[in-house]
């Protein structure tokens, strides 16, 4: 109904509250709404028990947002909630203006800010399926059917044309983006049997990721102090104590409501962080509401099964405190949970450096398994996951196979085959091998 214009968007922001005042999500939406560069001339706030299913805000709310839209010469409504299809029209019939909700604002920073092939396509899908939903905005042809000479068909109206082309490139992006997943995994793989672990960063938006990944592998990733300066995911080798190497992944910021679209999009670039031997969890010392984003952190992880991938909480920006110093926190068991460091500055980054080495040399176990030919679907797995250091194959054709694997994927594959059956055998038979010239 309303063409976006080229630049300089006078934007009126609206928040309701449901419960509690939260004016730490205003300030943040008022943030997101700058970065992608509109000037921001009235903030409108209210409080209701639930939404109105019409409009989402009352009668009285609607035309208080109308009012500041024509005292400050508003171009567009943003809203800090996720509105339905339906809403968005009849919002948008009220104050005769654009209007977007924080699905639709957070689509839109993405589409800035994404470089590479990759990230470009899962933009794309992302803002096809919520425009899937929103076909009907605006068009005032859609009902009729296609005539005239040389426009006559099947009856086919615009509106169904029109869905139809979507899911025709929404499934052509899937595939492209297929590819990628399976180059991606190929690059897992052969990390895996480099026996080289991976390392992600991951954490609220504007945590200070990128910084800390420039700093760690002399990379020049863009940073910038605003949310959602990193899109596409970049991996870097870096060395640790001991001649140690890492692959360290930088992937993009989390966020409060981080819409379903975009989680389900970029699958392949969050698959770096499901398969990560362990995560950084970067968190801003500095801001005051640091425990709420960490709790949100933790739920995207859980929302992309990565949340029991071993984790290490890094407190960044220790420069803007006090008190701040550099540390380590161990747990009762003396595992390293926590790192206070400053990555403008550089300090803490060596225990940093000792911190990772340590977490991930904890994590590798030595094993060894007598297979018989029975499992050879288990056999495979262990190769595929590149964590086979030797074979041999005993005379009645059983693999005797010694692998380094983490402690996590062990736990996996135990569940899956009933591993400890076959470890066992191997220790009871052990000695057997040995004496037949085929033992360690």
């Not at 109206?157 to 499934?171: A, F, M, S, Y």
């Not at 362990?278 to 995207?300: C, G, M, Y």
């Amino acid at each position: 109904m309303f063409e976006r214009p080229q630049g300089g968007e006078r934007a009126v922001l609206v928040h309701i509250d449901f419960q509690a005042r939260d004016e730490g999500s205003v300030s943040e939406f008022q943030e997101l709404v700058e970065s992608t560069g509109a000037e921001v001339v009235a903030v409108v706030t209210g409080t209701r028990h639930s939404p109105d299913p019409k409009l989402f805000v009352g009668g009285g709310k609607a035309e208080e947002i109308a009012q500041a839209l024509q005292s400050h010469g508003g171009e567009l409504v943003l809203f800090n909630h996720h509105l339905s299809p339906s809403q968005e029209r009849n919002l948008e019939r009220v104050l005769q203006c654009r209007v977007l909700d924080r699905t639709g604002l957070i689509l839109d920073i993405f589409a800035q800010r994404a470089r590479s092939h990759e990230g470009k396509l899962q933009v794309e899908l992302a803002q096809l399926r919520h425009l899937s939903t929103r076909l009907v905005r605006g068009w005032t042809h859609l009902e009729r059917q296609k005539g005239g000479i040389g426009l006559r068909g099947p009856g086919e109206t615009q509106l169904e044309t029109d869905r139809r082309l979507l899911g025709d490139r929404i499934k052509m992006l899937n595939r492209r983006l297929d590819k990628v997943r399976k180059q991606r995994e190929q690059g897992r793989r052969s990390r895996r049997r480099a026996e080289i672990p991976t390392v992600s960063l991951v954490g609220y938006t504007n945590a200070g990721k990128s910084t800390l990944f420039n700093i760690l592998t002399e990379a020049e990733v863009y940073a910038a102090d605003q949310l959602f300066a990193t899109l596409d995911p970049t991996l870097r080798k870096i060395e640790l104590d001991g001649g140690q190497e890492a692959i360290l992944a930088d992937t993009v910021g989390f966020i409060r409501d981080l819409p379903h679209d975009l989680v389900e999009s970029f699958r392949s670039t969050l698959q770096e962080t499901r398969e990560a031997d362990l995560l950084l969890h970067i968190i801003d010392a500095s801001d005051p509401r640091r425990s709420e984003k960490i709790d949100e952190v933790n739920l995207v992880l859980k929302e992309i099964a990565a949340d029991e991938v071993p984790q290490i909480e890094i407190f960044n920006k220790i420069d803007a405190l006090e008190d701040g110093g550099a540390k380590v926190e161990r747990d009762s068991q003396g595992v390293i949970r926590r790192v206070w460091l400053s990555a403008m500055s550089g300090e803490g980054l060596d225990l940093l450096r000792q911190a990772i080495g340590e977490r991930l040399s904890e994590g590798i176990d030595e094993r060894e398994l007598l297979l018989p030919p029975s499992q050879g679907r288990l056999r495979a797995q262990l190769y595929s996951l590149g964590v086979v250091v030797e074979e041999q194959i005993t005379a009645q054709g059983e693999s005797h196979l010694f692998i380094h694997i983490d402690r996590g994927e062990w736990s996996k594959l135990e569940r899956e085959f009933s591993i400890h059956e076959y470890q066992l055998k191997a220790e009871t038979t052990q000695a057997s091998l040995a004496g037949a010239g085929l033992g360690p």
